[in-house]
């Protein structure tokens, strides 16, 4: 158990339709970074925040947006899904603020899984 | 283009035998470079992240090695045990926009 929790464990929705996805980092850790997995594209990465502020942005498309709460928490939110974006969405945390080019190591969650219908 | 390349795509082995995975990337500028163990449907888990000065680093049974002139990283894992079977995944970060490249993995099969 990494620690850091994601919430549902399993979304299916409609075309069309938008979801929020929940992450709460392991306790004291500061960056909160959301990945997608699929099986043609594999890991991605697509946003990272520290302590409320965004910090790195990856390959997150403009219809994705995240946020991150005073008490640590982050939410991804996803909108006019498409069959295209089912997939595992995983959260990640870490201490500090090194982002995609720092070396702290991140700890993931146990991911959410996504399914457009 | 900033690619990360793993190989094998995958590979079965026997219980005890030790093995190496391979991870070559065209990333550049380098900034780091970690190597992941995911278990089917779980999230993945860090075993080793090197930088640029980094030839070697070890976490367990699982070795690291890394090559900043000809791109190359290794991961050799020692004595493997069934529990090893999971997907191994190569990420570099750097690139002109300073972002992780993934690697599709190698996938482990260890057998009894």
């Known amino acids: 158990d990494s620690g850091v929790t994601q919430t549902p464990k399993h979304l299916i929705t409609a075309t069309g339709q938008r979801v929020t996805l929940r992450c709460s980092p392991r306790?004291?850790?500061?960056?909160v970074y959301w990945y997608q997995q699929s099986l043609d594209q594999g890991l991605q990465f697509l946003i990272q925040?520290?302590?409320?502020?965004?910090?790195a942005k990856g390959n997150i498309l403009e219809r994705f947006s995240a946020q991150q709460f005073p008490d640590l928490h982050s939410e991804l939110n996803l909108s006019s899904l498409e069959l295209g974006d089912s997939a595992l969405y995983f959260c990640?945390?870490?201490?500090?603020?090194?982002?995609?080019?720092?070396?702290?190591?991140?700890?993931f969650g146990p991911g959410t899984r996504l399914t457009v219908l | 283009k900033n690619q990360v390349e793993q190989s094998p795509q995958s590979l079965i082995i026997l219980e005890g035998k030790n093995c190496t995975l391979q991870?070559?990337?065209?990333?550049?500028?380098?900034?780091?470079l970690r190597w992941y163990k995911q278990d089917t449907g779980r999230g993945p888990v860090s075993l080793t992240i090197m930088t640029f000065s980094e030839n070697t680093k070890s976490n367990g049974r699982y070795t690291a090695t890394l090559d900043a002139d000809t791109k190359q990283s290794s991961l050799h894992i020692t004595a493997s045990q069934l529990s090893d079977s999971a997907s191994y995944i190569c990420?570099?970060?750097?690139?002109?926009?300073?972002?992780?490249?993934f690697g599709k993995g190698t996938k482990l099969s260890v057998k009894p």
């Open positions: 306790s004291g850790d500061l960056s």
């Open positions: 925040y520290y302590n409320g502020e965004e910090r």
């Open positions: 990640a945390s870490s201490a500090l603020a090194g982002g995609p080019v720092g070396t702290d190591t991140q700890y």
């Open positions: 990420v570099v970060s750097g690139g002109s926009q300073g972002n992780l490249i």
């Open positions: 991870c070559n990337y065209t990333v550049s500028p380098f900034s780091n």
